[in-house]
C-alpha cells in the first residue's frame, strides 16, 4: 500500500507564492512519473505539472512560467513551487504517483488533497 501525504496549501495573497510537498510511503514499491492535479469548486480536475522519474516535465499552459516542478527520487518526494498567484489558481491540489512493484506498473495513487486559496 503506497500512502501520498501532501502539505504546504493555505491561503495566500494575489502575487504570492507557495511550495506545495508531496511524500510517498509505503513498502515493496516504487515510484515513476509524479505529478500534480487540481480542482476547482464545480470544475473538473485538470493537469498542472508532471514530472518523469529521469527529471522531464510537463506543465499545464494556464501555469507555464510561473511554476515549477521539481523531485527528490531518494524521498519519494515531489514539490510543487508556484509564484505570482492568481485568484484562479484557487483549488485544491492533488499529488499522484505512478506505482511500480517489481518493475510492473501496478496503479496511479492520489493523494488527500490540500487546499489553496489565493484571496485579499
Known amino acids: 500500500q503506497v500512502q501520498l501525504v501532501e502539505s504546504g496549501g493555505g491561503l495566500v495573497q494575489p502575487g504570492g507564492s507557495l511550495r506545495l510537498s508531496c511524500a510517498a510511503s509505503?513498502?515493496?514499491?516504487?515510484?515513476?512519473?509524479m505529478g500534480w492535479y487540481r480542482q476547482a469548486p464545480g470544475k473538473q480536475r485538470e493537469l498542472v505539472a508532471t514530472i518523469t522519474r529521469g527529471g522531464s516535465t510537463n506543465y499545464a499552459a494556464s501555469v507555464k512560467g510561473r511554476t515549477t516542478i521539481s523531485r527528490d527520487n531518494a524521498k519519494n518526494t515531489v514539490y510543487l513551487a508556484m509564484n505570482s498567484l492568481k485568484p484562479e489558481d484557487t483549488a485544491v491540489y492533488y499529488c499522484n504517483a505512478a506505482v511500480y512493484s517489481s518493475s510492473r506498473y501496478l496503479r496511479d495513487s492520489w493523494g488527500q488533497g490540500t487546499q489553496v486559496t489565493v484571496s485579499s
Open positions: 509505503g513498502s515493496s514499491f516504487s515510484i515513476g512519473a
